[in-house]
């Protein structure tokens, strides 16, 4: 492993010069772009041999990121592992048990991540039951009371059952409501402090001592506890994907486990006590170097940092969806998956290695389902959805990694050397559905991690894959510039901006040369007067000076519009940075669209990318009859009329009648057409780019009513 460089030692990307930039009124361009950091969040892989390495920056052995943007103590960033070994051994079910069926009930205290700015992905939700009683106690109540046991309640079963379940007993959901409560109490014992007490299982004191000595696990005690309070509870055994795993890992004889069921609400629930209950900081592992950081060449060699386990409570594994849980945890009996399909051992090491926020933030993975993927001489995408009615509301990020000692040491070293640092993913945006475009300048094995959360909030780890690279990508084609954290398309940043209803959702833009494209933006109708702009056309390699980008605000559609002319093949970065009134110095980049003359990353056919840029051009230019021709077309050509491209051409049609009814009502001036058309604008969901609009018809209402 290569020694600790100085800061000067760091390589550094320079960011090439824009080739050609429209006059602006303006000096100052600041570009968001995130900051190295100092963290690696991966569980540890396979040791290599020291062997000299390149004068790369290694990281400092430290616990936590200094990149206030993501969550990277956040403790679902890594499952800590515990062992089923256990001095104490129960059965795993009693004799009265109902038999595992498949679970299809759906109220989970799974709960999504909530969308508002108190956001904390570990809060489920306080639905309540219809009941009255059940809205009598909140959850915040039975979280305080499992708090205020005493040690004296520790000295016997019956008593701290008891205790417990004083606020609950007689309740139509007191199952439920004790398995939370006993969860609460275990996940606030710092069971570290009981070591020195006599180990039992004969009392909760006893127990504690026997975990703290990790001579008995949190699933055992949970059983027991479970049990005395008259809550039928099995223990499962299986493996799990926590600890030391890593993507495309197939042996797991180190990594079986125990968890549990409870039988709620007559349907079997799964609980994994350890995971709720603990959780570790600031582990870190070796053996990687990481390449890039959200586009931003980062070329820094990984330290190994134990992290340290504390007490967390994670609510998502109280009652998890089996069909998410089964992503984790594997039982020995299929039955105990809960699921009507059970997968094999096999499948279940095989698909991908999906976290829970991944599933909290309403994620789907288009693309393969698989935790390895291999990539021969071409590039390889990773495709997701999120929902729709959240999707412009949520970021993602990523990490790109090689493993050391897996290429060539020749091909390492030449590629790590400052001046050939590569930007090889582009994160490109399209609405709620994200592409990671990967290309691979030399063989090896990669590994790409990817994280998310809404918009201004941490983001926290969602998912890695392990890519096997036997062939490096033909033709491998470096990111044109560094997009930062925005990524390429339209997003919250050109929202907040007041850049509405792109004529372009999808961050790539596949052109033809010498063939001039118009990008359009709806404006806010609060800010198109008083809105700079700068767009900036850039190629990687500065040998097009002949290119070129310039922006327009048109006043009377209040629509910018943007135009690219490119004059020879190749990939180009389009930047657009915004600021408003008078501060022409602080300028903001809110958008980037990579730009291409190849089709090499179209997932198309030839006449459905010509119906495609048909429509596109339409929305661009043209009136209600030519967007709806195009409309047609792609549907004809077997586009989905749920299409992101489509529906922002309804969109457009939408607005162009919007603003059709604004005319109709001001020339009529009845106050009837006038009521009915601003109801319409202020319920649409084009409300900010009408404002002033919508202002203009209640002064006209007004002045109707008082004459």
């Not at 205290?109 to 992905?121: G, R, V, Y």
């Not at 698989?370 to 390889?380: P, V």
């Not at 999808?506 to 198109?528: E, K």
Request: proline letters at 6%; glycine letters at 4%; charged letters at 30%.
């Amino acid at each position: 492993m290569g020694a600790e460089c100085s800061k000067s030692d760091v390589p550094e990307i320079v960011e090439p010069e824009p080739i050609v930039v429209e006059p602006e009124p303006v000096e100052v361009v600041r570009e968001e772009s995130p900051e190295p950091v100092e963290e690696e969040r991966e569980e540890s892989p396979e040791p290599v041999e020291n062997t000299p390495q390149p004068s790369i920056h290694t990281e400092p052995s430290i616990a936590s990121s200094d990149d206030l943007n993501k969550a990277s103590d956040f403790e679902e960033l890594f499952i800590t592992f515990e062992s089923d070994s256990d001095e104490i051994k129960l059965r795993p079910t009693e004799n009265d048990y109902p038999v595992p069926v498949p679970n299809t009930t759906e109220r989970y205290l799974t709960k999504k991540i909530q969308w508002f700015e108190d956001f904390d992905p570990n809060t489920g939700s306080d639905d309540a039951d219809n009941d009255v009683e059940e809205r009598e106690i909140t959850k915040a109540e039975i979280d305080h009371h499992a708090r205020t046991v005493q040690r004296s309640d520790l000295n016997s079963f019956d008593k701290l059952i008891k205790y417990l379940d004083t606020p609950i007993k007689g309740r139509p959901t007191r199952d439920e409501m004790m398995v939370r409560i006993i969860l609460v109490w275990l996940s606030n014992q710092v069971v570290e402090h009981f070591v020195s007490e006599e180990c039992t299982d004969k009392t909760p004191l006893g127990f504690l001592s026997l975990l703290g000595q990790r001579r008995s696990t949190y699933s055992t005690f949970f059983t027991v506890l479970c049990r005395a309070a008259d809550v039928k509870c099995a223990q499962i055994h299986g493996v799990c994907k926590a600890g030391d795993y890593q993507p495309g890992d197939n042996n797991v004889d180190n990594l079986t486990c125990l968890w549990n069921a409870v039988y709620i609400q007559e349907s079997w629930r799964i609980i994994h006590p350890y995971w709720v209950c603990r959780s570790v900081f600031g582990k870190r592992s070796s053996g990687w170097i990481k390449l890039e950081e959200d586009g931003k060449a980062i070329g820094q060699r990984t330290i190994a940092a134990d992290g340290v386990v504390k007490n967390a409570f994670k609510e998502y594994y109280i009652m998890p969806d089996p069909s998410q849980f089964i992503y984790r945890c594997h039982p020995e009996s299929k039955e105990w998956q809960l699921l009507s399909s059970p997968i094999s051992r096999e499948t279940f090491l095989n698909q991908a290695y999906l976290l829970p926020p991944f599933w909290a933030m309403e994620m789907k993975l288009v693309s393969k389902n698989a935790c390895c993927l291999f990539a021969s001489g071409k590039t390889l995408t990773l495709t997701f959805e999120t929902s729709k009615a959240t999707a412009n509301a949520i970021n993602l990020d990523y990490e790109f990694l090689l493993k050391e000692g897996s290429a060539l040491r020749e091909d390492e070293n030449e590629m790590l050397k400052p001046e050939n640092m590569p930007r090889l993913v582009a994160k490109i945006r399209n609405a709620s559905e994200w592409n990671f475009d990967i290309q691979f300048p030399i063989e090896g094995i990669y590994k790409i991690v990817i994280y998310g959360g809404p918009d201004t909030h941490p983001l926290l780890r969602l998912c890695e894959f392990k890519i096997i690279c036997t062939k490096r990508t033909e033709g491998c084609r470096l990111i044109p510039f560094n997009p930062g954290k925005l990524g390429f398309g339209p997003g919250p940043e050109s929202d907040r901006a007041g850049l509405l209803l792109p004529s372009h959702r999808n961050g790539i833009i596949t052109i033809d040369r010498n063939s001039p494209t118009n990008l359009r933006f709806l404006l806010a109708s609060d800010t198109y007067k008083s809105l700079n702009v700068k767009t900036e056309l850039v190629d990687f390699d500065l040998k097009d000076k002949k290119s070129s980008v310039k922006s327009v605000i048109e006043k009377d559609t209040k629509e910018l519009k943007i135009i690219t002319n490119i004059v020879q093949n190749g990939d180009y970065g389009l930047r657009i940075s915004t600021s408003t009134g008078d501060d022409l110095e602080r300028l903001t980049v809110v958008c980037n669209y990579l730009i291409t003359t190849s089709t090499k990353l179209s997932r198309e056919k030839a006449n459905q990318r010509v119906a495609r840029r048909k429509l596109l051009s339409s929305i661009e230019n043209g009136d209600n009859i030519e967007i709806t021709e195009s409309i047609n077309r792609c549907i004809k050509e077997k586009i989905s009329e749920s299409d992101l491209d489509i529906e922002n051409a309804q969109r457009k049609l939408d607005v162009l009648q919007f603003r059709k009814a604004f005319h109709d009502a001001v020339l009529r001036n009845h106050l009837g057409t006038i009521e009915k058309t601003i109801i319409s604008l202020k319920s649409s969901l084009y409300e900010r780019i009408f404002r002033k609009a919508i202002q203009e018809l209640d002064n006209r209402a007004n002045d109707l009513r008082s004459s």
